[in-house]
């Protein structure tokens, strides 16, 4: 069903479109992740912060997945950020998630005033080259952090926040300089896009939703895109974009929606891109 979008990154294959677990707890959370396995998703994407890595953990083997099958994703706190609290925290969340390693592990927000970014990188690098990680990458770095992230560590991916109203060029043009991909979080803007006319009209004439559009328009785009949902039919909804192809002329219309609308900033003092 998603096989058709993949990313191919430093001798990885990500399944471009996953599953988001923010606000996904307990047996929500289980029942969810095992809903999304077992009808095709093959990315999952967690956090320290979530406190869900346990009831994750449960899902991918509810599932019957295998372990190899699944791309799985969790963030070091940011208050976790200096270099041994990195490896203990990694090692709290296998124990929590239940593997012996994870496929991405991600620096969950910039955290220069708890250690210097070089550090935490280097941290993390110490991580994936004992084995707890497959890859590495950074998650709400505005560009010009980005562009020094890639100078120190060989990380694959920035996590940041992407849908039709919230551009992030300037990332891409790192990321893209770098080799590197763009994951969108909150892809579907927290579900803001059900109502957009643009949106409604080109779902319209292929038959699906708002929200089929948008993730159809991230993975043409190149993005990979992890959309949260607590229902079992938007589960299902979500993961079904293989059966059309957005034109050029509707991907332009939907690139147009930008109003640099941001929805995600705890106030962690980030520098945003204005572009
Ligand atoms: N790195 C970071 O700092 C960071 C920050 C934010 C998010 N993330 C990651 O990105 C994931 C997704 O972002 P998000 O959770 O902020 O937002 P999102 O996926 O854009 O939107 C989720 C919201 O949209 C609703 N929804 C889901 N499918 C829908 C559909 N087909 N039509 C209409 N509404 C729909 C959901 O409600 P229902 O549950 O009722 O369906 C939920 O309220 C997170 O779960 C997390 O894994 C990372």
């Given at each position: 069903?998603?096989?058709?979008?993949?990313?191919?990154?430093?001798?990885?294959?990500?399944?471009?479109?996953?599953?988001g677990?923010w606000q996904?707890?307990?047996?929500?959370?289980?029942?969810?992740?095992?809903?999304?396995?077992?009808?095709?998703?093959?990315?999952?994407?967690?956090?320290?912060?979530?406190?869900?890595?346990?009831?994750?953990?449960?899902?991918?083997?509810?599932?019957?997945?295998?372990?190899?099958?699944?791309?799985?994703?969790?963030?070091?706190?940011?208050?976790?950020?200096?270099?041994?609290?990195?490896?203990?925290?990694?090692?709290?969340?296998?124990?929590?998630?239940?593997?012996?390693?994870?496929?991405?592990?991600?620096?969950?927000?910039?955290?220069?005033?708890?250690?210097?970014?070089?550090?935490?990188?280097?941290?993390?690098?110490?991580?994936?080259?004992?084995?707890?990680?497959?890859?590495?990458?950074?998650?709400?770095?505005?560009?010009?952090?980005?562009?020094?992230?890639?100078?120190?560590?060989?990380?694959?991916?920035?996590?940041?926040e992407?849908h039709?109203y919230l551009?992030?060029?300037?990332?891409?043009?790192?990321?893209?300089?770098?080799?590197?991909?763009?994951?969108?979080y909150s892809p579907i803007a927290k579900g803001r896009i059900a109502?957009?006319?643009?949106?409604?009209?080109?779902?319209?004439?292929?038959?699906?939703?708002?929200a089929?559009?948008?993730?159809?328009?991230?993975?043409?785009?190149?993005?990979?895109?992890?959309p949260r949902t607590?229902?079992?039919?938007?589960?299902?909804?979500?993961?079904?974009?293989?059966?059309?192809?957005?034109?050029?002329?509707?991907?332009?219309?939907?690139?147009?929606?930008?109003?640099?609308e941001r929805l995600v900033?705890?106030?962690?003092?980030?520098?945003?891109?204005?572009?």
């Amino acid at each position: 069903m998603t096989d058709e979008f993949t990313i191919e990154v430093a001798g990885l294959t990500v399944p471009a479109l996953g599953f988001g677990t923010w606000q996904l707890n307990g047996e929500v959370a289980e029942a969810r992740v095992a809903d999304a396995l077992e009808i095709g998703v093959r990315h999952i994407d967690t956090a320290q912060l979530y406190a869900n890595e346990d009831a994750v953990g449960r899902g991918i083997a509810a599932s019957g997945v295998d372990r190899d099958e699944v791309f799985l994703t969790t963030k070091v706190a940011r208050n976790n950020a200096a270099p041994a609290d990195v490896h203990r925290s990694t090692e709290e969340s296998l124990r929590a998630l239940d593997v012996d390693h994870v496929d991405l592990l991600l620096i969950h927000w910039p955290a220069e005033e708890i250690a210097p970014t070089e550090a935490t990188l280097e941290a993390l690098t110490e991580v994936r080259d004992r084995g707890l990680t497959r890859a590495i990458g950074v998650s709400n770095y505005p560009s010009a952090l980005l562009r020094r992230a890639f100078e120190v560590a060989p990380i694959v991916t920035d996590q940041v926040e992407h849908h039709p109203y919230l551009a992030v060029d300037a990332i891409r043009e790192v990321l893209d300089e770098h080799g590197g991909f763009l994951t969108a979080y909150s892809p579907i803007a927290k579900g803001r896009i059900a109502g957009d006319p643009v949106l409604t009209e080109i779902a319209s004439d292929h038959g699906v939703t708002a929200a089929q559009v948008t993730l159809r328009w991230l993975l043409q785009r190149g993005a990979s895109a992890i959309p949260r949902t607590s229902s079992p039919e938007r589960v299902r909804e979500n993961a079904d974009v293989a059966g059309f192809t957005l034109s050029d002329d509707e991907l332009a219309r939907i690139d147009g929606l930008n109003r640099g609308e941001r929805l995600v900033d705890p106030g962690h003092g980030v520098a945003w891109d204005t572009a």
